[in-house]
């Protein structure tokens, strides 16, 4: 297996992985937050796809989707899109459901940001992975990226994990 294969074949895997805690969550609680709990599902997932579009970005030179994103004010977005704004770093998820993507559309959303990084991933050289870029104050190697992409989707998947409990839908692992 080459480093392309490896590097896409972990993103996946997280995806796997987070996916276990999206058991219980659907329309009608999909925005619901907890008491001392930072984020609820639609903005774990819309901010995740925003996170991996903007990686897959620097691979492939593709702009974040329209079809899935809005750039608004926060509040700008809709049953099929987010508001960028509403789920970059930095922003204040809120329970109002008709600012974001219902249910199953966040999945999707969150697929298809996981499966164009896993095919630029895929697709690129080692030459191209080596590539040295901007990302947040820092520069790093393309390939790093993905690697921190794989710890970001396990960082707030442990917030689902937080949520879940807090809203009592118990363990996925039980």
Same mark, same amino acid.
């Given at each position: 297996?080459?480093?392309?294969?490896?590097?896409?074949?972990?993103?996946?895997?997280?995806?796997?992985?987070?996916?276990?805690?999206?058991?219980?969550?659907?329309?009608?609680?999909?925005?619901?937050?907890?008491?001392?709990?930072?984020?609820?599902?639609?903005?774990?997932?819309?901010?995740?796809?925003?996170?991996?579009?903007?990686?897959?970005?620097?691979?492939?030179?593709?702009?974040?989707?329209?079809?899935?994103?809005?750039?608004?004010?926060?509040?700008?977005?809709?049953?099929?899109?987010?508001?960028?704004?509403?789920?970059?770093?930095?922003?204040?998820?809120?329970?109002?459901?008709?600012?974001?993507?219902?249910? /199953?559309?966040? &999945?999707?959303?969150?697929?298809?940001? %996981?499966?164009?990084?896993?095919? =630029? $991933? #895929?697709?690129?050289?080692?030459?191209?992975? /080596?590539?040295? &870029?901007?990302?947040?104050?820092?520069? %790093?190697?393309?390939?790093?990226? =993905? $690697? #921190?992409?794989?710890?970001?989707?396990?960082?707030?998947?442990?917030?689902?994990?937080?949520?879940?409990?807090?809203?009592?839908?118990?363990?996925?692992?039980?």
């Amino acid at each position: 297996m080459n480093r392309q294969q490896t590097l896409a074949n972990a993103v996946l895997e997280s995806r796997t992985l987070i996916a276990r805690y999206f058991k219980g969550f659907d329309d009608a609680n999909h925005t619901k937050q907890a008491q001392h709990l930072p984020n609820h599902f639609a903005w774990t997932l819309g901010h995740l796809a925003l996170t991996i579009h903007r990686v897959a970005e620097k691979l492939d030179g593709r702009a974040v989707p329209e079809t899935d994103f809005v750039r608004g004010d926060g509040r700008a977005g809709t049953p099929a899109k987010f508001d960028t704004e509403s789920v970059c770093f930095g922003s204040k998820p809120v329970d109002d459901p008709k600012l974001y993507p219902g249910h /199953d559309r966040c &999945v999707a959303i969150f697929d298809d940001a %996981v499966q164009r990084l896993v095919a =630029a $991933i #895929r697709r690129a050289d080692d030459a191209k992975l /080596d590539t040295l &870029v901007t990302w947040g104050s820092g520069q %790093v190697k393309l390939w790093s990226l =993905a $690697i #921190r992409m794989v710890f970001h989707n396990g960082t707030h998947c442990g917030q689902l994990a937080d949520l879940r409990r807090a809203l009592g839908m118990g363990s996925v692992l039980a």
